[in-house]
C-alpha cells in the first residue's frame, strides 16, 4: 500500500509570514496539531505543533499575535512522497521522532499528510468498530510496529540516556600501601 492512498489531501497550512496567534487559532478550528509551512510555491519549508506555539508563548513572554510563524516552526522537515510504503513512511517517523509527514512531490510541493494515528488505524484489526474500513484485509504494518515507532517517537533525552549502556570502565589494580617501615625501638640506656 502506498501513502498516496491513505494520505489526507485536504491540508491546512500556514505561511512563513503568519503569526501564531493565527495557526493556532486554525489547528483549534480543524481539531489537528499541526500545521506544515508553506511558501508563497506551495513548498513545504517548516511544521509548527501545537507544543511550538506553547513553547514560543513560554519563551518569548509576547501575546501570540506578535510572534510570528517562523520563529517557531522547525525548518527541518521530515517528508515523504506520495508513492512511499507504509514501512517507509513509518521508519521515517521513526527516525526523525515526528508524529506527522507532510506528503511532497517530486519538486517539494505539499500534496498531502499522513499520521502516525493513519498508520494505527491500518495496523489495528478490524472489529466492525473501526473508523475507517480497508478494502483488502492484509497488513502493511503490524501493531507491534506501530507501538514500536509510537515508543520511539515519544522518547525523552532522559530515557536515551537510560537506554545508553554505561560507560564501561577499566578495572584498576588494587593501590598497594607501602610496606610500613618496622616500629623502631627506643634504646634503652
Not at 28 to 36: E, F, N, Q, R, T
Not at 85 to 98: D, F, H, K, P, W
Given at each position: 500500500?502506498?501513502?498516496?492512498?491513505?494520505?489526507?489531501?485536504?491540508?491546512?497550512?500556514?505561511?512563513?509570514?503568519?503569526?501564531?496567534?493565527?495557526?493556532?487559532?486554525?489547528m483549534?478550528?480543524?481539531?489537528?496539531?499541526?500545521?506544515?509551512v508553506?511558501?508563497?510555491?506551495?513548498?513545504?519549508?517548516?511544521?509548527?505543533?501545537?507544543?511550538?506555539?506553547?513553547?514560543?508563548?513560554?519563551?518569548?513572554?509576547?501575546?501570540?499575535?506578535?510572534?510570528?510563524?517562523?520563529?517557531?516552526?522547525s525548518?527541518?522537515?521530515?517528508?515523504?512522497?506520495?508513492?512511499a510504503?507504509?514501512?517507509?513512511?513509518?521508519?521515517?517517523?521513526?527516525?526523525?521522532?515526528?508524529r506527522?509527514?507532510?506528503?511532497?512531490?517530486?519538486?517539494?510541493?505539499?500534496?498531502?499528510?499522513?499520521?502516525?494515528?493513519?498508520?494505527?488505524?491500518?495496523?489495528?484489526?478490524?472489529?466492525?468498530?473501526?473508523?475507517?474500513?480497508?478494502?483488502?484485509?492484509?497488513?502493511?504494518?503490524?501493531?507491534?510496529?506501530?507501538?514500536?515507532?509510537?515508543?520511539?517517537?515519544?522518547?525523552?533525552?532522559?530515557?536515551?540516556e537510560?537506554?545508553?549502556?554505561?560507560?564501561?570502565?577499566?578495572?584498576?589494580?588494587?593501590?598497594?600501601?607501602?610496606?610500613?617501615?618496622?616500629?623502631?625501638?627506643?634504646?634503652r640506656?
Open positions: 500500500m502506498k501513502i498516496a492512498e491513505i494520505m489526507r489531501a485536504d491540508v491546512e497550512v500556514c505561511a512563513v509570514g503568519d503569526n501564531l496567534a493565527a495557526a493556532a487559532t486554525r483549534w478550528d480543524a481539531d489537528i496539531g499541526c500545521l506544515p508553506v511558501d508563497d510555491a506551495g513548498h513545504a519549508i517548516g511544521m509548527v505543533t501545537d507544543r511550538d506555539v506553547c513553547m514560543a508563548a513560554l519563551t518569548r513572554g509576547e501575546p501570540l499575535h506578535n510572534i510570528p510563524v517562523e520563529v517557531a516552526m525548518k527541518e522537515v521530515r517528508a515523504c512522497p506520495p508513492d510504503t507504509l514501512a517507509e513512511a513509518e521508519e521515517i517517523m521513526r527516525s526523525g521522532q515526528v506527522r509527514l507532510p506528503v511532497v512531490d517530486a519538486e517539494g510541493a505539499l500534496v498531502g499528510i499522513v499520521s502516525l494515528a493513519d498508520l494505527a488505524r491500518l495496523a489495528a484489526p478490524e472489529d466492525g468498530n473501526s473508523a475507517r474500513k480497508r478494502p483488502d484485509k492484509k497488513r502493511d504494518l503490524s501493531g507491534q510496529e506501530v507501538a514500536g515507532t509510537l515508543a520511539a517517537i515519544c522518547a525523552t533525552r532522559a530515557d536515551a537510560a537506554r545508553a549502556p554505561a560507560p564501561v570502565r577499566p578495572k584498576r589494580a588494587p593501590r598497594r600501601r607501602p610496606p610500613k617501615p618496622p616500629a623502631r625501638r627506643a634504646r640506656r
